[in-house]
């Protein structure tokens, strides 16, 4: 247990449906991060929140869409995603954006069909 | 542009064998490398954080190493056993704090 959780665990989507996933941490953490993890690739940087705004959007389509309401929490909104859009979505969070150690949530695996 | 590498992609070993996991890159001018393990469809867990002034780190079996000038880290597994396998990545930070994540190497160890 890292202290990151993610919700849903898996995710099955039409191409027309609106979806969001949920990142939460209690680690006092003010940096939080989305990650794509498609198979046999790195880890893709999506987005970085940095003391609740968005530092960091590594050309990620507009149908993904991220939210940080506080420090704790963070969202991706889905919409109109694409087959090639399934993969694992990893949340994380770190104390800083700097040189921090992450923390990693499990992670929502995601279907587009 | 940094580029990290883990060799082999691949591995499976006798449980109780050691052994070494490497990872290299092409740009020594890092803060901190990170060792992760990652199970089928899960998040990753650090195992090991080196910082750029250290040389190694250990926790229990494992033990990180940290060669800048030669742009190399190994993961040592030792006494390796089948709750060991997974994939494990090796994941530089920058000076400017980017992560930048190789692609795994995926560890099978049969009883």
């Known amino acids: 247990e890292t202290g990151v959780t993610q919700t849903p665990r898996h995710l099955v989507m039409g191409m027309t449906n609106k979806k969001s996933l949920k990142c939460e941490q209690h680690?006092?953490?003010?940096?939080m991060y989305w990650y794509k993890q498609s198979a046999k690739k790195p880890l893709e940087l999506m987005f970085v929140?940095?003391?609740?705004?968005?530092?960091e959007n590594n050309s990620v389509p507009s149908r993904f869409s991220p939210e940080c309401p506080n420090s704790s929490h963070l969202f991706l909104h889905l919409h109109t995603l694409q087959p090639e859009d399934s993969a694992l979505y990893l949340c994380?969070?770190?104390?800083?954006?700097?040189?921090?150690?992450?923390?990693f949530g499990s992670g929502t695996q995601l279907s587009v069909l | 542009k940094q580029e990290v590498t883990q060799i082999p992609a691949a591995l499976s070993v006798p449980e109780g064998e050691n052994l070494v996991l490497n990872c290299s890159f092409t740009?020594?001018?890092?803060?901190?490398l990170q060792w992760f393990r990652q199970d089928p469809g899960k998040g990753l867990t650090s195992l090991l954080l080196?910082?750029?002034?250290?040389r190694e780190q250990t926790s229990g079996r494992l033990n990180a190493s940290l060669d800048k000038s030669s742009g190399r880290s190994t993961l040592y597994i030792a006494a390796s056993q089948p709750g060991d396998s997974a994939t494990y990545l090796c994941?530089?930070?920058?000076?400017?704090?980017?992560?930048?994540f190789g692609q795994g190497t995926t560890l099978q160890v049969k009883p």
């Open positions: 994941v530089l930070r920058g000076n400017t704090g980017k992560l930048i």
């Open positions: 929140y940095s003391l609740e705004e968005r530092v």
């Open positions: 680690l006092g953490h003010n940096a």
């Open positions: 740009d020594s001018a890092i803060y901190n």
């Open positions: 994380a969070s770190s104390h800083g954006q700097g040189a921090e150690k992450l923390f």
């Open positions: 080196i910082q750029s002034s250290q």
